[in-house]
Protein backbone atom coordinates (compact mmCIF):
# COMPACT_ATOMS: atom_id res chain seq x y z
CA UNK A 1 0.00 0.00 0.00
CA UNK A 2 1.40 3.14 -0.67
CA UNK A 3 1.73 5.84 1.85
CA UNK A 4 0.42 8.61 -0.42
CA UNK A 5 -2.52 7.03 -0.94
CA UNK A 6 -3.28 6.40 2.63
CA UNK A 7 -2.70 10.16 3.04
CA UNK A 8 -4.89 11.29 0.12
CA UNK A 9 -7.73 8.51 1.27
CA UNK A 10 -7.29 10.09 5.14
CA UNK A 11 -7.12 13.94 3.86
CA UNK A 12 -10.16 13.83 1.35
CA UNK A 13 -12.40 11.90 4.47
CA UNK A 14 -11.39 14.79 7.04
CA UNK A 15 -11.85 17.51 4.34
CA UNK A 16 -15.61 15.86 3.77
CA UNK A 17 -15.95 15.39 7.35
CA UNK A 18 -15.28 19.47 7.91
CA UNK A 19 -17.11 20.74 4.80
CA UNK A 20 -20.56 18.71 6.16
CA UNK A 21 -19.59 20.33 9.87
CA UNK A 22 -20.02 23.79 8.34
CA UNK A 23 -22.92 22.94 6.29
CA UNK A 24 -21.64 22.42 2.86
CA UNK A 25 -21.63 19.69 0.47
CA UNK A 26 -17.96 19.30 0.87
CA UNK A 27 -17.62 16.17 -2.41
CA UNK A 28 -15.62 18.06 -5.26
CA UNK A 29 -12.97 19.49 -2.26
CA UNK A 30 -12.70 15.46 -1.13
CA UNK A 31 -12.05 14.71 -4.55
CA UNK A 32 -9.86 17.74 -5.40
CA UNK A 33 -7.32 16.93 -2.52
CA UNK A 34 -7.26 13.11 -3.06
CA UNK A 35 -6.18 13.71 -6.51
CA UNK A 36 -3.44 16.44 -5.19
CA UNK A 37 -1.96 14.09 -3.16
CA UNK A 38 -2.02 11.09 -5.47
CA UNK A 39 -3.41 11.48 -9.16
CA UNK A 40 -3.75 7.56 -10.11
CA UNK A 41 -6.08 7.12 -6.99
CA UNK A 42 -9.00 6.87 -9.16
CA UNK A 43 -7.69 4.33 -11.33
CA UNK A 44 -6.84 2.23 -8.60
CA UNK A 45 -9.48 2.44 -6.60
CA UNK A 46 -11.72 2.01 -9.20
CA UNK A 47 -9.98 -1.34 -10.04
CA UNK A 48 -10.71 -3.13 -6.76
CA UNK A 49 -14.42 -3.15 -7.65
CA UNK A 50 -14.85 -6.43 -7.67
CA UNK A 51 -17.41 -6.87 -10.26
CA UNK A 52 -19.37 -4.80 -12.80
CA UNK A 53 -19.11 -0.57 -12.90
CA UNK A 54 -21.89 0.96 -14.49
CA UNK A 55 -22.11 4.71 -15.58
CA UNK A 56 -24.73 6.80 -16.50
CA UNK A 57 -24.36 9.48 -18.90
CA UNK A 58 -27.69 11.69 -20.19
CA UNK A 59 -28.68 15.65 -20.26
CA UNK A 60 -31.69 14.73 -18.22
CA UNK A 61 -32.48 12.16 -15.48
CA UNK A 62 -28.97 10.80 -14.82
CA UNK A 63 -29.24 11.36 -10.73
CA UNK A 64 -32.77 9.82 -10.27
CA UNK A 65 -31.44 7.21 -12.55
CA UNK A 66 -27.73 6.08 -11.10
CA UNK A 67 -29.61 6.02 -7.26
CA UNK A 68 -32.46 4.07 -8.26
CA UNK A 69 -29.76 1.73 -9.94
CA UNK A 70 -27.65 2.15 -7.09
CA UNK A 71 -30.30 0.72 -5.08
CA UNK A 72 -31.75 -1.71 -7.24
CA UNK A 73 -28.86 -3.29 -7.05
CA UNK A 74 -28.21 -3.03 -3.27
CA UNK A 75 -31.78 -4.79 -2.88
CA UNK A 76 -29.79 -7.41 -4.60
CA UNK A 77 -27.51 -8.12 -1.85
CA UNK A 78 -24.77 -6.25 -3.51
CA UNK A 79 -22.06 -3.66 -2.10
CA UNK A 80 -22.64 -0.31 -4.09
CA UNK A 81 -20.12 2.71 -4.72
CA UNK A 82 -22.02 5.61 -5.85
CA UNK A 83 -21.93 9.66 -5.98
CA UNK A 84 -25.58 10.06 -4.46
CA UNK A 85 -24.90 13.57 -4.40
CA UNK A 86 -24.91 14.22 -8.12
CA UNK A 87 -21.62 15.33 -7.88
CA UNK A 88 -20.70 14.03 -11.61
CA UNK A 89 -17.69 15.71 -12.79
CA UNK A 90 -14.17 14.59 -12.10
CA UNK A 91 -13.36 15.64 -8.21
CA UNK A 92 -16.90 14.19 -7.70
CA UNK A 93 -16.39 11.08 -8.83
CA UNK A 94 -13.05 10.35 -6.88
CA UNK A 95 -14.95 11.95 -4.43
CA UNK A 96 -17.48 8.71 -4.50
CA UNK A 97 -14.46 5.95 -4.29
CA UNK A 98 -12.05 7.51 -1.69
CA UNK A 99 -15.22 8.31 0.77
CA UNK A 100 -15.95 5.10 0.28
CA UNK A 101 -12.71 3.57 1.21
CA UNK A 102 -11.76 2.15 4.20
CA UNK A 103 -8.79 3.58 6.25
CA UNK A 104 -7.11 0.94 4.99
CA UNK A 105 -6.95 2.08 1.74
CA UNK A 106 -9.16 -0.13 -0.21
CA UNK A 107 -12.97 -0.07 -1.25
CA UNK A 108 -15.08 -3.24 -0.29
CA UNK A 109 -17.81 -2.78 -3.45
CA UNK A 110 -19.12 -5.40 -5.83
CA UNK A 111 -20.51 -2.70 -7.98
CA UNK A 112 -19.69 0.99 -8.83
CA UNK A 113 -22.82 3.15 -10.16
CA UNK A 114 -21.53 6.26 -11.46
CA UNK A 115 -23.25 9.27 -12.90
CA UNK A 116 -20.49 10.94 -15.39
CA UNK A 117 -21.12 14.59 -16.67
CA UNK A 118 -20.79 14.51 -20.65
CA UNK A 119 -17.99 16.59 -20.87
CA UNK A 120 -16.24 15.06 -17.96
CA UNK A 121 -15.70 11.37 -19.55
CA UNK A 122 -12.59 11.93 -21.18
CA UNK A 123 -11.27 12.02 -17.50
CA UNK A 124 -13.71 9.90 -15.94
CA UNK A 125 -13.94 6.84 -18.43
CA UNK A 126 -10.13 6.32 -19.25
CA UNK A 127 -9.71 5.49 -15.23
CA UNK A 128 -12.92 3.65 -14.46
CA UNK A 129 -13.10 2.15 -17.51
CA UNK A 130 -16.56 0.90 -17.12
CA UNK A 131 -18.58 -2.06 -18.35
CA UNK A 132 -21.91 -0.70 -18.72
CA UNK A 133 -23.13 2.60 -19.67
CA UNK A 134 -26.59 3.95 -19.25
CA UNK A 135 -27.50 6.73 -22.30
CA UNK A 136 -30.50 8.53 -20.56
CA UNK A 137 -31.17 11.42 -23.59
CA UNK A 138 -29.74 13.85 -25.18
CA UNK A 139 -31.12 17.33 -24.97
CA UNK A 140 -30.12 20.83 -25.72
CA UNK A 141 -27.87 21.89 -22.39
CA UNK A 142 -25.81 24.76 -21.28
CA UNK A 143 -24.39 26.24 -24.81
CA UNK A 144 -21.73 28.21 -23.64
CA UNK A 145 -20.21 25.25 -21.51
CA UNK A 146 -21.12 22.03 -23.78
CA UNK A 147 -21.76 24.20 -27.21
CA UNK A 148 -23.93 22.63 -29.75
CA UNK A 149 -25.69 19.37 -28.83
CA UNK A 150 -23.11 17.51 -32.12
CA UNK A 151 -20.06 18.48 -29.60
CA UNK A 152 -21.50 16.69 -26.72
CA UNK A 153 -22.52 13.44 -28.81
CA UNK A 154 -18.78 13.85 -30.41
CA UNK A 155 -17.01 14.05 -26.68
CA UNK A 156 -19.71 10.62 -25.96
CA UNK A 157 -18.89 8.76 -29.20
CA UNK A 158 -14.93 9.46 -28.89
CA UNK A 159 -15.39 7.58 -25.14
CA UNK A 160 -17.15 5.07 -25.70
CA UNK A 161 -15.06 3.66 -28.77
CA UNK A 162 -12.31 3.96 -26.45
CA UNK A 163 -13.84 1.39 -24.66
CA UNK A 164 -15.12 -1.41 -27.35
CA UNK A 165 -15.95 -3.95 -24.88
CA UNK A 166 -18.61 -1.65 -22.92
CA UNK A 167 -21.98 -2.32 -23.18
CA UNK A 168 -24.28 0.60 -23.65
CA UNK A 169 -27.72 1.08 -22.59
CA UNK A 170 -29.75 3.41 -24.63
CA UNK A 171 -33.03 5.60 -24.60
CA UNK A 172 -33.93 3.88 -27.78
CA UNK A 173 -36.80 6.27 -27.86
CA UNK A 174 -34.12 9.17 -28.66
CA UNK A 175 -33.06 9.42 -32.17
CA UNK A 176 -29.72 11.01 -30.90
CA UNK A 177 -28.64 8.50 -28.40
CA UNK A 178 -29.66 6.03 -30.41
CA UNK A 179 -27.92 6.91 -33.20
CA UNK A 180 -25.16 7.55 -31.15
CA UNK A 181 -25.09 3.76 -29.41
CA UNK A 182 -26.22 2.32 -33.02
CA UNK A 183 -22.75 4.10 -34.75
CA UNK A 184 -20.21 3.10 -32.18
CA UNK A 185 -19.89 -0.15 -32.59
CA UNK A 186 -20.34 -1.00 -29.32
CA UNK A 187 -22.77 -3.96 -27.88
CA UNK A 188 -26.16 -1.53 -27.15
CA UNK A 189 -29.57 -2.76 -25.49
CA UNK A 190 -32.61 -0.75 -26.19
CA UNK A 191 -35.14 0.35 -23.91
CA UNK A 192 -38.15 2.93 -24.66
CA UNK A 193 -42.02 3.15 -24.87
CA UNK A 194 -43.56 1.49 -27.89
CA UNK A 195 -47.26 3.11 -27.81
CA UNK A 196 -48.47 6.95 -27.23
CA UNK A 197 -49.24 7.49 -23.29
CA UNK A 198 -50.54 11.48 -23.81
CA UNK A 199 -51.12 13.77 -25.96
CA UNK A 200 -47.71 15.84 -26.64
CA UNK A 201 -47.70 19.73 -26.53
CA UNK A 202 -46.67 19.99 -30.12
CA UNK A 203 -44.65 23.36 -29.53
CA UNK A 204 -41.63 21.78 -27.53
CA UNK A 205 -38.10 21.94 -28.78
CA UNK A 206 -36.76 19.12 -30.99
CA UNK A 207 -33.71 18.34 -30.86
CA UNK A 208 -33.39 14.79 -33.03
CA UNK A 209 -35.52 16.51 -35.80
CA UNK A 210 -33.21 15.48 -38.57
CA UNK A 211 -31.68 11.89 -39.21
CA UNK A 212 -27.81 12.07 -37.83
CA UNK A 213 -26.80 9.35 -40.62
CA UNK A 214 -27.77 11.17 -43.62
CA UNK A 215 -29.39 14.53 -42.86
CA UNK A 216 -33.02 14.11 -44.00
CA UNK A 217 -36.01 15.03 -41.95
CA UNK A 218 -37.02 12.76 -39.87
CA UNK A 219 -40.75 11.29 -39.94
CA UNK A 220 -42.52 10.32 -36.33
CA UNK A 221 -45.17 8.07 -35.39
CA UNK A 222 -45.85 10.18 -32.52
CA UNK A 223 -43.90 11.86 -30.16
CA UNK A 224 -43.52 11.44 -26.06
CA UNK A 225 -42.28 14.25 -25.35
CA UNK A 226 -39.65 16.56 -26.88
CA UNK A 227 -37.68 14.79 -29.93
CA UNK A 228 -38.47 11.79 -28.01
CA UNK A 229 -40.58 8.97 -29.62
CA UNK A 230 -41.18 6.22 -32.77
CA UNK A 231 -38.65 8.01 -35.55
CA UNK A 232 -37.90 7.54 -39.11
CA UNK A 233 -35.74 8.27 -41.88
CA UNK A 234 -37.24 7.84 -45.08
CA UNK A 235 -34.18 8.16 -46.87
CA UNK A 236 -31.45 5.92 -45.50
CA UNK A 237 -33.91 3.87 -43.36
CA UNK A 238 -32.27 4.42 -40.03
CA UNK A 239 -35.47 4.08 -37.19
CA UNK A 240 -35.89 3.33 -33.25
CA UNK A 241 -33.82 0.16 -32.54
CA UNK A 242 -36.21 -2.78 -31.79
CA UNK A 243 -37.05 -2.42 -28.00
CA UNK A 244 -35.42 -5.20 -25.44
CA UNK A 245 -37.61 -3.30 -22.74
CA UNK A 246 -40.31 -2.40 -23.79
CA UNK A 247 -42.30 -0.25 -21.44
CA UNK A 248 -46.25 -0.27 -21.73
CA UNK A 249 -49.80 -0.51 -20.49
CA UNK A 250 -48.17 3.12 -19.07
CA UNK A 251 -50.65 5.22 -16.63
CA UNK A 252 -49.19 8.53 -15.36
CA UNK A 253 -50.91 10.61 -12.60
CA UNK A 254 -50.72 10.79 -9.10
CA UNK A 255 -48.63 7.72 -9.13
CA UNK A 256 -46.66 6.24 -11.92
CA UNK A 257 -46.87 2.23 -13.29
CA UNK A 258 -46.10 0.25 -16.23
CA UNK A 259 -45.36 -3.42 -17.34
CA UNK A 260 -42.24 -4.63 -19.24
CA UNK A 261 -41.54 -8.29 -19.75
CA UNK A 262 -43.84 -9.75 -17.93
CA UNK A 263 -43.51 -7.67 -14.77
CA UNK A 264 -46.16 -4.83 -13.27
CA UNK A 265 -43.91 -2.02 -11.89
CA UNK A 266 -45.33 0.75 -9.84
CA UNK A 267 -43.96 3.71 -7.79
CA UNK A 268 -45.76 6.94 -6.47
CA UNK A 269 -44.02 9.29 -8.25
CA UNK A 270 -45.12 11.67 -10.50
CA UNK A 271 -43.94 12.92 -14.18
CA UNK A 272 -44.09 11.19 -17.26
CA UNK A 273 -40.33 11.54 -17.69
CA UNK A 274 -39.90 9.41 -14.34
CA UNK A 275 -41.51 6.31 -16.63
CA UNK A 276 -37.82 6.41 -18.26
CA UNK A 277 -35.65 6.92 -15.29
CA UNK A 278 -37.43 3.64 -13.71
CA UNK A 279 -37.17 1.77 -16.35
CA UNK A 280 -33.53 2.91 -17.48
CA UNK A 281 -32.61 1.34 -14.28
CA UNK A 282 -34.62 -1.35 -14.51
CA UNK A 283 -32.59 -2.50 -17.86
CA UNK A 284 -29.54 -1.84 -16.79
CA UNK A 285 -30.09 -4.10 -13.43
CA UNK A 286 -31.44 -6.34 -15.70
CA UNK A 287 -28.56 -6.18 -17.95
CA UNK A 288 -26.32 -6.87 -15.80
CA UNK A 289 -27.86 -10.54 -15.05
CA UNK A 290 -30.25 -10.18 -12.39
CA UNK A 291 -33.67 -11.17 -12.22
CA UNK A 292 -35.46 -7.89 -10.70
CA UNK A 293 -37.62 -9.57 -8.09
CA UNK A 294 -36.76 -6.86 -5.90
CA UNK A 295 -37.40 -3.86 -8.24
CA UNK A 296 -40.50 -3.23 -7.08
CA UNK A 297 -39.54 -4.01 -3.38
CA UNK A 298 -36.62 -1.14 -3.78
CA UNK A 299 -38.73 1.05 -5.59
CA UNK A 300 -41.31 1.52 -2.61
CA UNK A 301 -38.54 2.36 -0.14
CA UNK A 302 -36.56 4.49 -2.53
CA UNK A 303 -36.88 8.18 -1.50
CA UNK A 304 -35.76 10.37 -4.35
CA UNK A 305 -33.42 12.95 -2.64
CA UNK A 306 -30.84 15.84 -3.84
CA UNK A 307 -33.61 18.04 -5.31
CA UNK A 308 -35.05 15.49 -7.43
CA UNK A 309 -39.13 15.98 -6.81
CA UNK A 310 -37.86 15.54 -2.91
CA UNK A 311 -40.32 16.01 -0.99
CA UNK A 312 -40.85 18.20 2.47
CA UNK A 313 -43.76 19.43 5.02
CA UNK A 314 -43.12 22.55 6.67
CA UNK A 315 -46.40 23.66 8.81
CA UNK A 316 -49.05 22.08 7.44
CA UNK A 317 -47.39 23.20 3.84
CA UNK A 318 -46.20 20.20 1.26
CA UNK A 319 -43.61 20.95 -0.58
CA UNK A 320 -41.96 19.53 -4.08
CA UNK A 321 -38.29 20.42 -4.52
CA UNK A 322 -37.34 19.50 -8.22
CA UNK A 323 -34.32 20.65 -10.52
CA UNK A 324 -35.41 22.20 -14.09
CA UNK A 325 -32.08 23.17 -16.07
CA UNK A 326 -32.88 23.10 -19.69
CA UNK A 327 -36.35 23.58 -22.18
CA UNK A 328 -37.13 20.00 -22.00
CA UNK A 329 -36.62 19.28 -18.09
CA UNK A 330 -38.47 22.13 -17.56
CA UNK A 331 -41.16 21.46 -20.23
CA UNK A 332 -41.47 18.02 -18.17
CA UNK A 333 -41.42 19.68 -14.65
CA UNK A 334 -44.69 21.62 -16.17
CA UNK A 335 -46.18 18.55 -17.09
CA UNK A 336 -45.57 17.34 -13.55
CA UNK A 337 -47.00 20.10 -11.69
CA UNK A 338 -50.00 20.92 -13.90
CA UNK A 339 -51.28 17.17 -13.15
CA UNK A 340 -52.05 18.37 -9.96
CA UNK A 341 -55.19 20.00 -10.52
CA UNK A 342 -54.97 21.55 -6.83
CA UNK A 343 -54.41 24.63 -6.04
CA UNK A 344 -50.77 25.50 -5.90
CA UNK A 345 -48.07 28.24 -5.11
CA UNK A 346 -44.76 28.06 -7.58
CA UNK A 347 -41.67 29.35 -7.03
CA UNK A 348 -38.78 29.47 -9.86
CA UNK A 349 -35.45 30.07 -9.28
CA UNK A 350 -32.88 30.89 -11.35
CA UNK A 351 -28.95 31.19 -11.16
CA UNK A 352 -26.27 32.37 -13.88
CA UNK A 353 -23.45 30.80 -11.80
CA UNK A 354 -20.51 28.98 -14.44
CA UNK A 355 -22.40 25.66 -12.97
CA UNK A 356 -25.17 26.31 -14.75
CA UNK A 357 -24.34 27.96 -17.80
CA UNK A 358 -24.13 31.90 -17.75
CA UNK A 359 -26.35 31.51 -20.99
CA UNK A 360 -29.87 31.68 -19.82
CA UNK A 361 -31.89 32.21 -23.04
CA UNK A 362 -33.01 28.90 -22.99
CA UNK A 363 -35.75 30.07 -20.89
CA UNK A 364 -37.36 31.42 -23.97
CA UNK A 365 -37.91 27.68 -25.28
CA UNK A 366 -40.14 27.02 -21.73
CA UNK A 367 -43.55 26.95 -22.45
CA UNK A 368 -44.35 29.03 -19.35
CA UNK A 369 -47.85 29.86 -20.78
CA UNK A 370 -49.00 26.80 -19.60
CA UNK A 371 -49.13 27.99 -15.76
CA UNK A 372 -52.06 30.04 -16.82
CA UNK A 373 -54.70 28.37 -15.48
CA UNK A 374 -56.72 28.54 -12.02
CA UNK A 375 -54.96 26.14 -10.20
CA UNK A 376 -52.04 28.21 -9.90
CA UNK A 377 -52.32 30.28 -6.71
CA UNK A 378 -49.11 32.23 -7.40
CA UNK A 379 -45.51 32.31 -9.14
CA UNK A 380 -42.69 33.55 -7.08
CA UNK A 381 -39.42 34.48 -8.82
CA UNK A 382 -36.46 34.55 -7.02
CA UNK A 383 -32.32 33.95 -7.64
CA UNK A 384 -29.70 35.70 -9.31
CA UNK A 385 -31.70 36.05 -12.58
CA UNK A 386 -35.03 36.94 -11.13
CA UNK A 387 -35.56 40.11 -13.52
CA UNK A 388 -35.11 37.93 -16.26
CA UNK A 389 -37.38 35.01 -15.51
CA UNK A 390 -40.02 37.85 -14.33
CA UNK A 391 -39.67 39.57 -18.00
CA UNK A 392 -40.36 35.93 -19.17
CA UNK A 393 -43.51 35.86 -17.47
CA UNK A 394 -44.48 39.14 -18.65
CA UNK A 395 -44.13 38.03 -22.15
CA UNK A 396 -47.01 35.14 -21.56
CA UNK A 397 -48.58 37.88 -19.51
CA UNK A 398 -48.62 35.72 -15.84
CA UNK A 399 -48.50 38.10 -13.37
CA UNK A 400 -45.97 37.03 -10.36
CA UNK A 401 -43.90 37.93 -7.79
CA UNK A 402 -40.03 39.26 -7.33
CA UNK A 403 -38.34 38.06 -4.63
CA UNK A 404 -34.17 37.42 -4.69
CA UNK A 405 -34.12 35.58 -1.53
CA UNK A 406 -35.04 31.98 -1.51
CA UNK A 407 -35.34 31.63 1.77
CA UNK A 408 -37.86 34.93 2.47
CA UNK A 409 -39.71 33.28 -0.62
CA UNK A 410 -40.25 30.30 1.00
CA UNK A 411 -41.08 31.27 4.25
CA UNK A 412 -44.04 33.60 2.78
CA UNK A 413 -45.43 30.68 0.61
CA UNK A 414 -45.56 28.72 3.91
CA UNK A 415 -47.11 31.56 5.90
CA UNK A 416 -49.62 33.21 3.31
CA UNK A 417 -49.75 29.97 0.74
CA UNK A 418 -52.67 27.57 -0.08
CA UNK A 419 -50.43 25.10 1.85
CA UNK A 420 -48.95 23.32 -1.53
CA UNK A 421 -45.83 24.11 -2.90
CA UNK A 422 -43.75 23.20 -5.91
CA UNK A 423 -40.33 24.52 -5.86
CA UNK A 424 -38.84 24.79 -9.19
CA UNK A 425 -34.62 25.73 -9.17
CA UNK A 426 -31.75 25.39 -11.70
CA UNK A 427 -28.47 23.80 -10.82
CA UNK A 428 -26.60 25.73 -8.27
CA UNK A 429 -29.64 26.77 -6.44
CA UNK A 430 -30.67 23.18 -5.70
CA UNK A 431 -28.16 22.51 -2.96
CA UNK A 432 -28.76 26.02 -0.80
CA UNK A 433 -32.43 25.74 -1.48
CA UNK A 434 -32.63 21.88 0.23
CA UNK A 435 -30.76 23.23 2.79
CA UNK A 436 -32.90 26.01 3.27
CA UNK A 437 -36.12 23.72 3.26
CA UNK A 438 -34.19 21.06 5.17
CA UNK A 439 -33.43 23.66 7.84
CA UNK A 440 -37.25 25.19 8.22
CA UNK A 441 -38.45 21.81 8.65
CA UNK A 442 -36.59 20.98 11.95
CA UNK A 443 -37.31 25.39 12.74
CA UNK A 444 -41.14 25.37 11.75
CA UNK A 445 -42.28 21.87 13.22
Known amino acids: ?73 EAEGKKVICNHTGSNMINGVVAAYVLA ?10 YACIEADEASTRYIFPAIMPDYMVLTNLFRDQLDRYGEIDITMNILEEMIRKIPGMQVIVNGDDALSAYLAMDSGNPYIAYGISSPVMENETNEIREGRFCKKCGARLSYRFYHYSQLGDYECGRCGFKRPALDFDAWDVKVGDRLSFRVEDRLIAANYKGFYNVYNILAAYAGVRTAGFNGEHF ?25 LNLAK ?70 VDIPCILDEDIERAIRSRISDGVGNLYVLVNYTALFSTRNILKKLEGELK
Not at 52 to 64: L, R, S, Y
Not at 101 to 106: D, E, P, R, V
Not at 343 to 368: E, Y
Request: positive net charge; charged residues 25%; glycine residues 8%.
Open 326 to 395: NPAGFNQNITAVMQDQTQKDIIIAINDNAQDGIDISWLWDVDFDRFREESIHSITVSGIRCQDMRLRMKY
Open 101 to 110: AGLNGHVDAD
Open 296 to 320: NEMLKKFNPENGRMEQFRIRGTGIV
Open 1 to 73: MKIRRLIAIWAAKTAGFACKKMGRQGVTWAGKIAMKVYPPILSELAGEVREKTFVVCGTNGKTTTNNMLCAAL
